[in-house]
């Protein structure tokens, strides 16, 4: 979970220096007139609005360009960019309305005192990381000081650089414009979709270059966003392994396979569509460790000794360290191992801890449903899946944000998507900063499930949500992934990727229909998973309904009542 404290920004000492220069930005044209396009609508439908003037660092507007990054709040004496400038006021607050508008990455509003008024514009520029503000004072607040100089007028100040305001504001725009062409996500549910396109904002305004993988959003290559993903540090901490036989015993060491972060590591490769070959040796050498560790019991099978199940004790055969191996043996094509290794040990409530160990009480973490989520082990039933996610989820005295976070995404991959979608109501009521970037990964997960060689699409609506439209959503494989959703039903899906590609596309479209963009008929073969579509020259294929003429563009869905009362059951 993202958190702010106070920080340090590696800007050096020109962060230190404020600079007026000449000319004006209007802060209206930053709102001006009506969205063009069904993008700029939902983007501009979350922005977000405060009343009244935020006291504390935590609940005030957050601007960034992911290397610099900064608050705005105020106190009764004037206004604060955290850790880089501040505007004191002549007179003391008494009222304030900011606007963070999301589609500009741009604040605006006002603030009233005894003395007058002061307009605020205010934005942290994309490319150079230059905080660029405006401040119109009236009244007595013309006796404003902007870092120790009396405003007087409008003032237009840099910190951190200097440029042309308006390049520099023309810029900025386009950039924080086409990160949001880059995928699209409308529900009938508005508070998930307002609240899906914030967190998009905050991650792309605090991910910086060489951030370790471990701290990036995973939802963002599912939105994709691959290019905020493009200079993080992929390199694994390389931390000793937890010892199999040992158990707690071995102290606070994890699975290597978790604690190399190899699962994120090959997830984004996949997304990527680039070589995984740098994954590869990591896995390797995992695997190699703990299969000096198996022994083969009775049964025939290969055991693991005691080893830790994070968050519930020490166990054999953990369900947890098994699920880990199984996926990594799986990935270097190890068959005969993951033939080998002893099935999950199951009860009546699901998936069990480990060997003779179910699951007796609440816990905030369900170390021992990986399999189900993040690494989505086919090999679990659907039956078992949902047993094992309710009996973990009818305990919930030790759960926290993240719990029901994870719980989510769950809920979604074993078809629950009720449930996800209270999960995510109760979520919604916290505040906006403050919450795991998980929530919009159980967005994506709702929408769109995608793995190696396949993708399901919308397999975990709930209910009242009769109509959705996604656009160049990214899945395993570098696919990007359009679809729209109608009166309950699955109108068209659109595939695009490389030619030749061959992918197992699961949908619910009667009597469907393959075609081109073009309405030209594609070859295509039904499975009992779905179909299976060749990508053609063009590079994408067309589920549609037969009769329907799909118009393959994304748009704004109309609110449903019945989604926002569905959700609110967690």
């Known amino acids: 979970m993202k958190t702010f404290g106070r920080r340090t920004f590696l800007r050096g000492a020109a962060l230190l220096g404020a600079t007026a220069v000449g000319g004006s930005w209007l802060t209206s044209t930053a709102s001006a007139g009506p969205p063009i396009g069904p993008h700029e609508a939902i983007v501009r439908d979350a922005a977000m609005v405060w009343h009244e003037l935020p006291l504390e660092q935590w609940a005030g507007p957050l601007l960034g360009n992911g290397s610099v990054t900064t ?16 505007l004191d006021l002549a007179g003391t607050p008494t009222g304030a309305r900011w606007q963070l508008d999301l589609w500009n990455a741009e604040l605006t509003g006002t603030v009233t005192t005894t003395r007058g008024a002061v307009e605020l514009s205010a934005l942290v520029h994309r490319q150079t990381g230059v905080l660029m503000v405006t401040v119109t004072p009236s009244g007595g607040e013309v006796a404003a000081r902007w870092a120790g100089k009396v405003v007087g007028r409008h003032e237009v100040f840099l910190v951190g650089g200097t440029g042309d305001p308006q390049h520099l504001l023309t810029t900025h725009r386009a950039w924080w414009n086409r990160l949001y062409t880059n995928s699209f996500v409308s529900l009938p549910d508005t508070s998930v979709q307002r609240f899906h396109v914030i967190q998009q904002y905050h991650a792309a305004a605090t ?20 290019a905020l993903l493009a200079n993080v540090d992929t390199a694994p901490p390389l ?25 994120a590591l090959w997830s984004l490769h996949e997304h990527r569509g680039d070589s995984p070959d740098a994954a590869i040796p990591l896995l390797r050498r995992a695997v190699d460790f703990y299969r000096a ?10 055991h693991l000794p005691v ?17 880990l191996l199984r996926w990594a043996a799986g990935l270097l094509g190890e068959h005969d191992l993951v033939r080998d290794l002893v099935p999950y040990h199951i009860g009546p409530s699901g998936l069990m801890l480990g060997a003779g160990r179910p699951l007796t009480r609440s816990h905030r973490t369900a170390a021992h449903l990986v399999g189900l989520f993040p690494l989505h082990d086919s090999g679990i039933s659907r039956d078992v899946a949902q047993r094992s996610y309710r009996h973990w989820a009818s305990m919930r005295e030790d759960w926290t944000v993240d719990s029901h976070v994870a719980a989510a995404s769950l809920a979604a991959r074993v078809r629950e998507p009720n449930a996800a979608a209270g999960h995510l109501r109760h979520v919604l009521d916290l505040n906006a900063w403050s919450v795991p970037f998980g929530v919009s990964q159980a967005v994506l997960d709702l929408v769109v499930h995608g793995r190696s060689g396949a ?14 439209s996604v656009e160049s959503l990214r899945v395993p494989g570098a696919c990007l992934i359009d679809a729209s959703r109608s009166r309950g039903r699955t109108d068209w899906v659109r595939i695009r990727g490389a030619k030749g590609q ?18 030209t008929p594609l070859p295509a073969v039904a499975e009992e998973a779905g179909i299976r579509v060749t990508l053609p020259p063009s ?20 609110r449903s009542r019945t989604a926002d009362a569905t959700s609110s059951k967690a």
């Open 455 to 468: 993708v399901d699409v919308f397999p975990s609506i709930p209910d009242g949500w009769d109509e959705v």
């Open 71 to 86: 608050q705005v709040f105020g106190d009764q004496r004037g206004i604060a960019f955290t850790d880089l400038v501040r």
């Open 207 to 226: 991910v910086a270059p060489g951030t370790a993988l471990s701290s990036v959003p995973s939802m963002l290559a599912g939105a994709n966003q691959v």
């Open 239 to 263: 931390s000793p392994a937890a010892i199999p036989g040992t158990g707690s015993k071995g102290g606070a060491a994890e699975n290597s396979v978790m604690a190399w972060n190899l699962p």
């Open 502 to 519: 061959s992918l197992l596309v699961g949908h619910d479209i009667e009597d469907v229909r393959v075609t081109d963009p073009n309405g």
């Open 293 to 302: 560790f198996l022994v083969r019991g009775s049964d025939g099978f290969l």
């Open 539 to 558: 590079g994408a294929v067309v589920l549609s309904r037969r009769g329907h003429v799909p118009d393959l563009l994304p748009r704004v869905v109309s």
């Open 307 to 323: 080893t830790h199940s994070p968050g519930h004790g020490d166990v054999a055969d953990c369900t947890y360290d098994l699920a």
